[in-house]
């Protein structure tokens, strides 16, 4: 499940990189070729990029590709680098679930009361803020799947 989950989202952030760029290339072209920008490239660049940095630091995590301090980890004993992988990805997954999944829900459910629309485009800025609670379920399952899979403990002896 791990493999299809890293295919697909591997293949939406190359999209949204690909669109990122198209825009951004367009808004450049109309600035400076038709001395008017089109208003929408700028906010869409934006929103582009909040879902690409959350989706990314989500995939990354699953990849172990993050960024990690591991002064303390090489200092230990196995089975105490076991203990401590353990502990380390339990926090990843609790902040995940707290602070993105459930707090993301909730900043989506605020915005949508309030019916805030983004001030070009028009789309509900609850489809925005949807990629935190989106990115927070995949870096919690990509944790819990880490602390499943022997591949990801240390060895301990």
Not at 31 to 54: D, K
Not at 67 to 93: C, E, G, T, W, Y
Not at 104 to 116: K, P, S, V
Request: proline share 3%.
């Amino acid at each position: 499940m791990k493999s299809t989950i890293d295919k697909y989202l591997a293949y939406l952030l190359v999209f949204l990189m690909a669109v990122i760029t198209l825009d951004v290339l367009w808004g450049v072209f109309t600035r400076y070729a038709l001395e008017s920008q089109a208003g929408w490239t700028e906010e869409l660049a934006r929103f582009l990029l909040i879902w690409i940095g959350m989706l990314g630091a989500a995939y990354a995590s699953g990849q172990k590709m993050h960024l990690a301090i591991d002064l303390l980890s090489i200092k230990l004993r196995p089975k105490a680098q076991a203990r401590l992988f353990i502990f380390i990805n339990l926090l990843v997954a609790c902040f995940a679930l707290t602070a993105m999944v459930v707090g993301g829900l909730r900043l989506m459910y605020i915005t949508h009361t309030l019916g805030q629309t983004s001030a070009a485009m028009r789309i509900p800025m609850a489809l925005v803020y949807l990629a935190i609670p989106l990115a927070g379920l995949l870096v919690f399952f990509y944790k819990i799947n880490d602390l499943r899979s022997p591949k990801g403990l240390p060895t301990a002896n």
